[in-house]
């Protein structure tokens, strides 16, 4: 739709004297809620005071001598000029999609430019629980996305690997673990000699101390304490790479906090070049008064460095090291004043690309009707939902398509897909929870019912096979509908990466399935008397494509067959 949007601009714009840029009119363009009302309109109030009319003056002249190659008829409703677009646009968007297949939607916009994305990261040798998914999908969403549109995309699981909680661990291992433990259980074992460490310095407090001196240890070097927590690592990494395999997910760099330790001085000494360190009950802190912030905290009153410390030093490495255009940081929003924070301190050193610095936070996830069971306190693992998620589709699968083959890879395919789709259905701001009969129902706004439209255009395309024919004429309105839906595409990609929200487009594919099936109801594909319809065909092809590109950016696969 963006073409006949900039041409509809181009000729509204030569009619208002240019009282609102091209640019500007293009995006004032909206879809009515109500198609009889017309395909696009134009509210005129925007023009009003420059042209000092009434809105409804301004449709009203505005329609009379409208005409715009594409458009078939500008109406005046109200203050509102509404626009119906021309028949041939139908066949035209179908065989342009039809024949740039995947790359329709695609731009080099971001040509050139690099954008590093900072997700997942958890914090070693505790569990992965729910609170990573939002980090983890909306993460690798918008690094999609950016590739979609030609950046060059740099995903870094910046681990939590480094600070105190490995001298816990690491006292905890000693004495209440042991290799056989570990080996067996896995991530899981660490977890459990972690939490007793806690319950017993309640009751010992002295076991904090040793748990310092263990990690004052590893900082120094001591080769015991360096191969044990490397090890951990190894341990942990090796459990998240089942997740992210089950989302499709590869990182480009596991760089995490500890690689940072050497990066570190350069920056502190900077900062205390720049002037901007005080010192504050024996640490070390930059304040933020003055941006009405609470202080930034860089080395703690033993000189030990602080998260923000090395989150410092890790953007300055990675200005150095890939020149980004953007770097962008998913957290919770539990941690937004902490890059509020670092940020304005960058931004103090001289750094003049601060500014390139994005935080993208997002809200809390709760566990509503059903409980999952967990091993590990209260917390919820994402391998078990995603487990049991899995395990659910494969039980529908059994009943209702007993012979399918692939039955586990699809399971997966639609049990972790459901969850992702659920979760990235509302915007990323707003607090969710999480119902796993909702997510995995066929019939609902759900996952499960976007790829099963997917794979009925698989099904229908395998029966009636190939065409190299181009689409020539639609008529019934369920079909503009879907046509008009399917040029959206490239709008709702610019408008998911504009506002950091792949919601935008978890909301764009459904509304595809949702327009393709009243098509499928209401449009005989092939006739009673076995006939092919050829355009239908062809919009099948193109729904097909598109639900396929835009489940890919939101870490859905699209399995063939359910
Ligand atoms: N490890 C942190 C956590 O689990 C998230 C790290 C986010 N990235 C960063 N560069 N601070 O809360």
Request: charged share 15%; no cysteine; glycine share 6%.
């Given at each position: 739709m963006t073409e006949l949007k900039r041409k509809?601009?181009?000729?509204?714009?030569?009619?208002?004297?240019?009282?609102?840029s091209q640019e500007d009119i293009a995006t004032l363009l909206e879809y009515p809620p109500d198609s009889t009302m017309g395909d696009l309109a134009l509210p005129c109030f925007k023009f009003a005071k420059a042209m000092r009319k009434s809105p409804m003056m301004i449709a009203a002249s505005l329609a009379e001598g409208f005409s715009c190659e594409g458009v078939k008829e500008a109406r005046a409703i109200g203050g509102y000029l509404n626009f119906t677009i021309d028949e041939s646009f139908y066949c035209a968007i179908v065989n342009k999609i039809v024949r740039e297949g995947d790359r329709y939607g695609r731009s080099d916009e971001g040509k050139g430019k690099t954008v590093v994305l900072d997700y997942s990261s958890?914090?070693?040798?505790?569990?992965f629980h729910i609170g990573h998914l939002g980090t983890t999908v909306i993460g690798h969403a918008l690094k999609k996305l950016h590739e979609f549109v030609g950046y060059t995309c740099v995903g870094i699981n910046h681990l939590g690997d480094w600070g105190t909680q490995f001298g816990k661990i690491i006292c905890a291992y000693r004495r209440w673990g042991s290799r056989e433990a570990v080996e067996a259980g896995g991530v899981d074992e660490l977890v459990n000699i972690y939490v007793k460490f806690h319950e017993e310095a309640e009751k010992d407090p002295t076991l904090n101390d040793e748990a310092r001196a263990e990690f004052h240890k590893l900082e120094l070097g001591d080769e015991e304490n360096i191969a044990l927590w490397k090890w951990f690592i190894a341990i942990s990494l090796a459990e998240y790479k089942k997740t992210y395999d089950q989302l499709g997910i590869e990182f480009d760099?596991?760089?995490?906090e500890a690689f940072y330790t050497d990066k570190m001085p350069e920056q502190i000494a900077l900062m205390r070049e720049k002037g901007i360190l005080t010192l504050d009950d024996g640490a070390t802190i930059v304040n933020l008064d003055a941006y009405n912030m609470p202080p930034c905290l860089i080395l703690k009153r033993d000189g030990s460095t602080l998260y923000p410390t090395r989150d410092i030093a890790a953007a300055v490495y990675r200005k150095r090291t890939y020149d980004f255009d953007k770097c962008i940081y998913v957290t919770s929003s539990g941690q937004s004043l902490h890059f509020a924070q670092w940020f304005k301190v960058v931004d103090l050193m001289g750094y003049d690309w601060a500014d390139k610095l994005v935080h993208v936070p997002y809200g809390t996830i709760s566990i509503g009707g059903e409980k999952l069971a967990t091993r590990t306190g209260n917390v919820i693992?994402?391998?078990?939902?995603?487990?049991?998620?899995?395990?659910?589709c494969l039980d529908v699968i059994n009943e209702k398509n007993p012979t399918l083959d692939n039955k586990e890879e699809t399971a997966e395919a639609v049990g972790v897909g459901a969850i992702v789709f659920y979760y990235l259905l509302n915007g990323r701001i707003k607090d969710s929870d999480f119902n796993m009969d909702d997510a995995l129902s066929f019939d609902g706004n759900t996952g499960p019912y976007t790829q099963y439209t997917y794979a009925r255009c698989s099904s229908i395309l395998g029966k009636v096979g190939e065409t190299d024919k181009e689409a020539v004429q639609y008529t019934e309105p369920s079909e503009y509908a879907l046509c008009k839906v399917l040029s959206r595409f490239p709008e709702a990609v610019k408008a998911a990466i504009r506002d950091y929200e792949p919601s935008v487009i978890t909301r764009y594919s459904l509304e595809v399935a949702t327009a393709f099936n009243k098509f499928y109801q209401d449009c005989r594909i092939i006739s009673a008397d076995g006939e092919v319809n050829v355009n239908r065909v062809l919009l099948v092809k193109a729904t097909r494509t598109v639900i396929r590109e835009a489940l890919s950016l939101i870490c859905l696969k699209t399995p063939e067959k359910i």
């Open positions: 509809i601009a181009a000729a509204i714009w030569a009619m208002t004297d240019g009282v609102q958890p914090n070693v040798a505790k569990p760099s596991y760089n995490g693992l994402l391998r078990d939902l995603f487990a049991a998620a899995i395990e659910k």
